[in-house]
């Protein structure tokens, strides 16, 4: 199983101030996704990238992942209370035949305080 | 679209009892589901991997006879935590995808309190 390193793992800010969370690993993923979770609640999907030096944006959320498909960012501009959750970035890999599986990162705990 | 719900969404058992939980793709056919098992503050583990028809994959360290794992239908997992103790109290989160390489939806998550 590949290893998904991310960081922050908790990050406490201002409403309005500017954060990237970093996702990387040591192997290369079919494709990397982020999601956002809150308490008691399950992840839900913010994005998949899939090709090297891809960037994808949603909204205020910037999404890079790296050329060699091994790391990928995520930044958030003006950050809002709104934006407060678990992010976790995970990445796909096949786990035989023709299933693939899902390895998190250990997350980053975001609280944007107004 | 593509709604996975979980039930129940919490249950508290005492030690040693067997405690099961639903996976249901309300809407489409899941050949693949997912359970994964998510401490406090921690990332989400996976389980096991179980295709509709066929005996889970589990992954390494998880007792297969400790959490047993039924996907019977297309539109139904289950998860029996069996002699639940404490050490086993989590949060309990499926997952469904279709042709096994499809996006992963996630169900709402299972809190589970073992005393």
């Known amino acids: 199983t590949q290893l998904l390193e991310q960081s922050p793992q908790f990050l406490s800010i201002q409403e309005g101030e500017n954060l990237t969370v970093y996702c990387n690993s040591s192997s290369v993923f079919s494709s990397l996704q982020w999601y956002r979770q809150e308490p008691g609640e399950g992840p839900v999907l913010l994005v998949t990238?899939?090709?090297?030096?891809e960037v994808k944006k949603l909204k205020r959320l910037t999404f890079q992942f790296g050329d060699a498909r091994k790391d990928s960012s995520l930044h958030i501009t003006a950050a809002q209370p709104g934006d407060t959750g678990l992010y976790l970035c995970?990445?796909?890999?096949?786990?035989?035949?023709?299933?693939?599986?899902?390895?998190f990162g250990k997350g980053t705990l975001l609280t944007v305080n107004p | 679209g593509a709604v996975v719900s979980q039930h129940p969404s919490w249950v508290i058992c005492k030690s040693g009892t067997s405690v099961k939980i639903e996976c249901r793709s309300l809407?489409?056919?899941?050949?693949?589901m997912f359970w994964y098992r998510q401490f406090p503050k921690q990332s989400l583990m996976l389980m096991a991997t179980?295709?509709?028809?066929?005996?889970?994959?589990?992954e390494q360290g998880v007792e297969k006879d400790k959490f047993l794992i039924n996907h019977a239908s297309l539109t139904l997992s289950t998860l029996t935590v069996t002699s639940a103790h404490p050490e086993d109290s989590s949060f309990y989160i499926c997952?469904?995808?279709?042709?096994?390489?499809?996006?992963?939806?996630f169900g709402p998550g299972t809190r589970l309190l073992v005393l």
């Open positions: 995970a990445g796909e890999e096949n786990s035989g035949g023709s299933n693939y599986k899902l390895t």
């Open positions: 990238v899939v090709t090297g030096g």
């Open positions: 179980s295709n509709e028809g066929s005996k889970a994959t589990y």
């Open positions: 809407d489409f056919q899941a050949t693949t």
């Open positions: 997952s469904a995808s279709i042709l096994g390489r499809e996006t992963q939806y």
